[in-house]
T-cell receptor, first 113, second 114 residues
Framework: NAGVTQTPKFQVLKTGQSMTLQCAQD?????MSWYRQDPGMGLRLIHY???????DQGEVPNGYNVSRSTTEDFPLRLLSAAPSQTSVYFC????????????FGDGTRLSIL | AQTVTQSQPEMSVQEAETVTLSCTYD???????LFWYKQPPSRQMILVIR??????QNATENRFSVNFQKAAKSFSLKISDSQLGDAAMYFC???????????FGQGTRLTINP
C-alpha cells in the first residue's frame, strides 16, 4: 500500500538547471496537486489536476509546469531553476466527488544554489 | 478567496497538560471544510482532525478536539494530556466543498516540555 510516492527526497540544483519532481499514486485518485512549503508561510498550491489531460494553476504557478498523461502520475517541472524555488515540495491526491481528505507524499526538499 | 491565519508561531506546554492552538479563517463559501494537520520532524503531513462547516457539533479524535465558532470564523485545536510525541508543527487549513484546494495557515510549532 504505497499511497503517494515522491522522488527524489532531496535534490540540490544550480541556478538555471532543469528538474522534474516525480509524484505517483496507486489509489486511482482523480485529483492530484502540488504544494510548496516555505518557512513562515505554510503550504501553498502550485498546480492541480482533476484527471488525465486536465491541469490548472494554483496560487503560485510561475516557474513551474505540470502535465497529467496518466491517472497515476503528476510530475512537476522546473525548466530553469531559481534560488526562490528553494523549498519543500509536497504532492497530494484524493478521490474526486468525495469529501475524504487528501493523501500527502513525504515531500521533496529542493535547494537551488 | 479563502485565507487562514495562525497567530501563534510557537507554543509550549508541559507534558500531560492541555494546550490550545488558535486559527481564524475567512471565506465567502457556504460549504467548506476545516482541517488540522500535524507535521513532525519527519516532514510527513498527518491529518489530525477535520470539521465540516455545516456540522454544529465540534469534531473530536481521542485527545484532540476542536472549538469551531462559525460566526467568529474561529477553529482552535485543543490537545489534552499532551505527550512528547505531539511535538510538531501544526497547520490549520480550509477548503471548499470537495476538500480539494487546501489553503493553509502559517503554522504553529508546538513544543512539549517533559
Amino acid at each position: 500500500n504505497a499511497g503517494v510516492t515522491q522522488t527524489p527526497k532531496f535534490q540540490v540544483l544550480k541556478t538555471g538547471q532543469s528538474m522534474t519532481l516525480q509524484c505517483a499514486q496507486d489509489m486511482n485518485h482523480e485529483y492530484m496537486s502540488w504544494y510548496r512549503q516555505d518557512p513562515g508561510m505554510g503550504l501553498r498550491l502550485i498546480h492541480y489536476s482533476v484527471g488525465a489531460g486536465i491541469t490548472d494553476q494554483g496560487e503560485v504557478p510561475n516557474g513551474y509546469n505540470v502535465s497529467r498523461s496518466t491517472t497515476e502520475d503528476f510530475p512537476l517541472r522546473l525548466l530553469s531553476a531559481a534560488p526562490s524555488q528553494t523549498s519543500v515540495y509536497f504532492c497530494a491526491s484524493k478521490r474526486l466527488g468525495s469529501n475524504q481528505p487528501q493523501h500527502f507524499g513525504d515531500g521533496t526538499r529542493l535547494s537551488i544554489l | 478567496a479563502q485565507t487562514v491565519t495562525q497567530s501563534q508561531p510557537e507554543m509550549s506546554v508541559q507534558e500531560a497538560e492541555t494546550v490550545t492552538l488558535s486559527c481564524t479563517y475567512d471565506t465567502s463559501e457556504s460549504d467548506y471544510y476545516l482541517f488540522w494537520y500535524k507535521q513532525p520532524p519527519s516532514r510527513q503531513m498527518i491529518l489530525v482532525i477535520r470539521q465540516e462547516a455545516y456540522k454544529q457539533q465540534n469534531a473530536t479524535e481521542n485527545r484532540f478536539s476542536v472549538n469551531f465558532q462559525k460566526a467568529a470564523k474561529s477553529f482552535s485545536l485543543k490537545i489534552s494530556d499532551s505527550q512528547l510525541g505531539d511535538a510538531a508543527m501544526y497547520f490549520c487549513a480550509s477548503s471548499r466543498e470537495g476538500a480539494q484546494k487546501l489553503v493553509f495557515g502559517q503554522g504553529t510549532r508546538l513544543t512539549i516540555n517533559p
